[in-house]
Nanobody
Framework: VQLQASGGGQVQPGGSLRLSCVTSGRPFGTFAVGWFRQAPGQEREFVAAITWDGGNTHSADSVKGRFAITMSGDNAKNTVYLQMNSLKPDDTAVYYC?????????????????WGQGTQVTVSS
C-alpha cells in the first residue's frame, strides 16, 4: 500500500484545513486507514480512523466534534480526508496517514504497517 498525504499549511486559530491521503497499490476494501499526528518532542498520537468500507469511524476525544474523517474513490485509487475545523494551537503537528491490513481500525500506531510521508499543520496567529 502506498500513501501520499497532502493539504497541510499554516492557519490562524479557529480556521480550517482539509488533509488528503491518496492510497494505491491494494484494493481499498482490504485495509483500514488512520490519521496520526506528532508534535515536536512528543509521541505520535491517534487522531481519527476509518474502516475499509467507510462504515465506521472513530476520533480521539481531543478532536471529536472538530475533525471528521471520510473517504472516496473507486477502489483502484482511494482518498481518505481529514476535515479539520476550529483549529487550535495545540493541533500543531506533523500529520501522518497510515494503513493497516485489516478490515478494522486501531488507535495504536504500531498496528499500522504502511505510512505516508507526513504533512505539517501549524496553527498560530
Amino acid at each position: 500500500v502506498q500513501l501520499q498525504a497532502s493539504g497541510g499549511g499554516q492557519v490562524q486559530p479557529g480556521g480550517s484545513l482539509r488533509l488528503s491521503c491518496v492510497t494505491s497499490g491494494r484494493p481499498f476494501g482490504t485495509f483500514a486507514v488512520g490519521w496520526f499526528r506528532q508534535a515536536p518532542g512528543q509521541e505520535r498520537e491517534f487522531v481519527a480512523a476509518i474502516t475499509w468500507d467507510g462504515g465506521n469511524t472513530h476520533s480521539a476525544d481531543s478532536v471529536k466534534g472538530r475533525f471528521a474523517i471520510t473517504m472516496s474513490g473507486d477502489n483502484a485509487k482511494n482518498t481518505v480526508y481529514l476535515q479539520m475545523n476550529s483549529l487550535k494551537p495545540d493541533d500543531t503537528a506533523v500529520y501522518y496517514c497510515a494503513a493497516r491490513l485489516s478490515t478494522y481500525y486501531s488507535i495504536r500506531p504500531r498496528d499500522y504497517g504502511y505510512w505516508g510521508q507526513g504533512t505539517q499543520v501549524t496553527v498560530s496567529s
